[in-house]
């Protein structure tokens, strides 16, 4: 993942109107983890959207050494005055609805399929929330979107148990090393979409504004605040679109116009997926997402430190300090130096790597197991990456490959190339048992372009077969349905139905070897004759004979053919 989004994000997510009602009374997506109960905990909080929950738009310059900011302001523009002096930018936004002053970075449209197929009603609804201290005018020419409010939707075809509002999410944030004066872009470090069912209710909102003192940032990546309240898919002061449980049998789509390319790997919550990319001839890009949601549980809790496991506190020791999460030690190099018993910090998983598959199977042991909650989802992430010792790209603005589950937790990037194997090897990670006590069974589909799966095992353009297998945390195949299929230039693989906690998914592409080449039957060619010219006969002349005659002292030659003497002479 980009080095934005691998950022840790230093978060205060407590004090919600929301907590003032009775937990059994919420819907799971509206879940929210205790607070802090004290000093000396540790705490774990895992929930799969947990990076969309930062949809507070912000534009900050920082004055920077190329690590540490000195100055960090909130700026409502890149010509802003006060951030003149800025080497350094980052932002993050929600892109809202295309307008005829507003063409690019924005949403061109919303749609919503029923069970039987149909298509449904969908309504633009109000302009939510309202106007935040940190909202900021975009810059095209620099791929900077507006920074502002969106627009909800409304499908009467869709009810859910709050209404049906629902608040389409695009997040896009990304960063800006150079001086003002510069021309060049901005980098985009993550483009994440989902699909929220709300209901908007009126209180009083923390709305968690970044912070501007640069004395807190570890360095320039690190974040501090910005978070939307748990339960709360986007707020302001006053208002707030709380969240609802979403119909797992509607297909929900989005549709957007980007200034930049979007990367071609795609990862996340969600079932049934339709993706299309394409470019236009100003090199803008279209991105067409269309799927259903899942359910996928989740779990939260604070521990004593003295309590926990050893090997998850060693897992933590190893790790550079200070570190990152929420809670009254996060981030702060001084606590956490010293005694631990006087400070507490709860981690919230910012990505889907090895590292945070790794601190949720350390976490799964003291959770036993077994969700607090299984909220639904529609989420995704966009990713750009390869295979490690295959130098097959993942290519923006193409497809390469889209993964969906409903896994708590799962490795984000394309499936690892196991060599002893021969396996794309994928892993995901849940609790055994869902909060109502019910086996949670997993899903898990690929699609991965044929080519680029080619450029994988170096086949040729044979057809490719594929076998899939689950295998438990225990070494046992793990029972499950699975299909596969090659069509339209994709290799499609699903597994469903299997079992938690940490399966391995490994994905088996063979082809058979092509038929050695039969010699074709050659009739021999003969070479054409030319007939010879006729040649006239050489006849042989008959040769005279020369013979010697005498009479007396006289001699005489005859030559004849036949010759004889003549009278009176004889032959010598």
Known sequence: MKKLLASILIVVMSGSALASTHAETLPAEQFQAPAEPGLGYYGYRSIPDFLLHFTNPYLLGMETDGRKPSVVNRCSGLDD???????????STLLDFCTDAVTNNCIEGVSAVGANGAPL??????????????????????????GGQIHLVSIPGAPHVGGDLYAPVVLINGFKDSVLASPKPFTIGQIGLAFYAVTIKNGSYNTYLNSTNASVYVDRTWGFGGGAIEGCVISDANTCAAKQTLPLDVKFGIKIKTSFAIPGWFHGLFADPNIKITSDADQNTNLEISANAVQSPIFALWKKKTE????????????????????????NMALQSGDPANWSLMFDPTGFGQFEMDQFLQWLPVFGDKATADPTYWNLFAESGSIYGRSCPVDANTITGVVSTNASQYIAGPPQWDPASETLDYRVAAAHYMASGEVFKGTYDLAINADYARCLYGFTKAPIKATVSIVSNSGENNLATTTIREADGFLYLAAKGFTFSNPTIKVKLSQEAPPAPVAPVVTPTVAPVTPLQPVAPVISQPKKITITCIKGKTTKKVSALKPICPAGYKRK
């Open 121 to 146: 009603e969908v309504k633009p609804a109000q302009i939510f929330p309202g106007i935040r201290v940190e909202d900021y005018k975009g810059n095209i020419a620099s791929d900077l979107p507006n």
């Open 308 to 331: 926990l496991p050893k090997s998850l506190l060693d897992f933590y020791s190893v790790r550079p300090q200070p570190l990152g999460g929420s809670g009254s030690g996060a981030g």
């Open 81 to 91: 005055p006060k951030c003149a002096k800025s080497d350094y930018w980052k932002f």
